[in-house]
């Protein structure tokens, strides 16, 4: 795909989008800027370029001393585990990302957010998406770091969807919109 536009089928998904890699690696530098150590990344796997691999990027291009990668499915804890076995700052985790926000202890400097929560029936698609990643924002908001990234994969769907609930509420707490597209990246430096 050469444009900057993204195509909407008829229920709003993309028809073809280019790939996360370009703020991925934005992401990890941004990161390392602010001298980052930890990294929380809900929803994770090794799914090819389409989807980016983003605990490769970190555990590659940054000097994160902690990346912990959560999901609910075992396949995709499995393919992490293998793919970053030689990563030492890779931990690994079947668990709810949400429930693990809200007990961890420490902070956070850079929150991936990519994962996967169905619609109840009768709702509009995506909503049950944006009010989780509410949710985890504000289970995470009080260990951000003062100096801290949160980036939401698959923002080019229209709303309501992953950023929708998310962007407006971070703004509140000093985060800026640093870019949008495949990703969106709130950034705040207080």
Same mark, same amino acid.
């Given at each position: 795909?050469?444009?900057?536009? &993204?195509?909407?089928?008829? #229920?709003? %998904?993309?028809?073809?989008?280019?790939?996360?890699? +370009?703020? =991925?690696?934005?992401?990890? !530098?941004?990161?390392?800027?602010?001298?980052?150590?930890?990294?929380?990344?809900?929803?994770?796997?090794?799914?090819?370029?389409?989807?980016?691999?983003?605990?490769?990027?970190?555990?590659?291009?940054?000097?994160?001393?902690?990346?912990?990668?959560?999901?609910?499915?075992?396949?995709?804890?499995?393919? &992490?585990?293998?793919?970053? #076995?030689? %990563?030492?700052?890779?931990?690994?985790?079947?668990? +709810?990302? =949400?429930?693990?926000?809200? !007990?961890?202890?420490?902070?956070?400097?850079?929150?991936?957010?990519?994962?996967?929560?169905?619609?109840?029936?009768?709702?509009?698609?995506?909503?049950?998406?944006?009010?989780?990643?509410?949710?985890?924002?504000?289970?995470?908001?009080?260990?951000?770091?003062?100096?801290?990234?949160?980036?939401?994969?698959?923002?080019?769907?229209?709303?309501?969807?992953?950023?929708?609930?998310?962007?407006?509420?971070?703004?509140?707490?000093?985060?800026?919109?640093?870019?949008?597209?495949?990703?969106?990246?709130?950034?705040?430096?207080?």
């Amino acid at each position: 795909m050469n444009s900057s536009l &993204v195509q909407l089928n008829k #229920k709003g %998904f993309w028809i073809e989008r280019n790939p996360p890699k +370009d703020s =991925l690696h934005k992401a990890a !530098k941004l990161f390392d800027e602010i001298e980052g150590k930890t990294i929380i990344e809900i929803g994770t796997g090794i799914q090819g370029e389409m989807s980016g691999n983003s605990v490769l990027v970190w555990a590659k291009e940054t000097n994160a001393q902690k990346i912990v990668c959560l999901d609910l499915e075992q396949k995709h804890i499995d393919e &992490v585990a293998k793919a970053c #076995k030689d %990563f030492s700052a890779v931990e690994t985790r079947l668990e +709810d990302g =949400l429930r693990f926000l809200k !007990k961890f202890r420490g902070k956070i400097d850079l929150l991936y957010l990519d994962f996967w929560v169905p619609d109840k029936e009768g709702d509009v698609e995506g909503t049950a998406r944006a009010k989780s990643y509410l949710k985890a924002f504000n289970n995470a908001i009080k260990k951000m770091s003062s100096n801290s990234i949160i980036l939401i994969d698959d923002t080019d769907h229209i709303d309501p969807w992953k950023q929708t609930l998310i962007v407006p509420e971070a703004r509140k707490y000093g985060y800026e919109v640093l870019w949008v597209g495949r990703q969106t990246c709130l950034y705040r430096n207080a």
